[in-house]
């Protein structure tokens, strides 16, 4: 398994500025990955974060509103920039670890924008 | 059409019952894994139970059993002697095979448990 944090844990933001949320692993994994869960739905993988290359996103994310940096193997961050009351939603990071199929996530981020 | 469907979005179960979450999938890889989260109000997502399309046991964890129907395509969760802090939202996610990552979501079942 793998022990996950992430910062903030939740943040009231206003339109138009960015947050930056983060994503630290106890131990080196190869893969992150980021979701958004938008209030009452199920998640959505908005992109993967492999250490060493450019992030890739998945249809309807682009790197311009969320930009990723995954600087070595046990962090990641996620930017939502440029916010609107749509992107409240709890963002959560989550990584799969050698050897296993599980992927363990984050406490999740809660964003409210306003 | 939808990968993984639940088909129950709440549940209400009395204390000590036990409760299956229904799950079905659709996938025509041969090779793919099934997976059961639980969300509780605060919003983490824990891993609860792991299942490989090739097992051939059901997978069991604890009060958590996943009952594989491969042929019928389901991979129901069953919860023994429910408490109430199971109470929370359940997802059933499925990662199919060829180096794929992803994991493709349920909509989710939301669990609520009566003392």
């Known amino acids: 398994s793998a022990v996950i944090s992430q910062k903030p844990s939740r943040d009231i933001c206003q339109r138009g500025t960015s947050l930056t949320i983060q994503c630290q692993v106890d131990?080196?994994?190869?893969?992150m990955f980021w979701y958004r869960q938008q209030p009452g739905q199920s998640l959505t993988l908005i992109a993967t974060a492999n250490q060493g290359s450019e992030a890739t996103y998945e249809s309807g994310f682009v790197i311009d509103k969320f930009p990723i940096s995954r600087p070595n193997l046990t962090f990641s961050t996620l930017t939502v920039s440029n916010m609107s009351p749509e992107d409240s939603s709890i963002y959560l990071c989550s990584v799969e670890t050698g050897g296993s199929y599980e992927q363990y996530f984050g406490p999740g981020t809660r964003l409210t924008v306003t | 059409a939808q990968k993984i469907t639940q088909t129950q979005p709440g549940m209400f179960v009395q204390e000590k019952e036990a409760v299956t979450l229904d799950c079905t999938y659709d996938?025509?890889?041969?090779?793919?894994?099934l997976f059961w989260y639980k969300q509780p109000s605060s919003g983490e997502m824990i891993f609860l139970i792991y299942q490989g399309s090739y097992d051939e046991q059901n997978a069991t964890e604890g009060r958590y059993s996943l009952n594989f129907q491969k042929a019928r395509k389901s991979a129901n969760l069953v919860i023994s002697a429910s408490q109430l802090g199971d109470s929370a939202m359940y997802f059933c996610a499925m990662r199919e095979g060829g180096g794929n990552y992803q994991l493709i979501w349920g909509a989710g079942t939301k669990l609520i448990i009566k003392p």
């Open positions: 996938t025509s890889d041969q090779s793919y894994g």
């Open positions: 131990s080196q994994v190869t893969m």
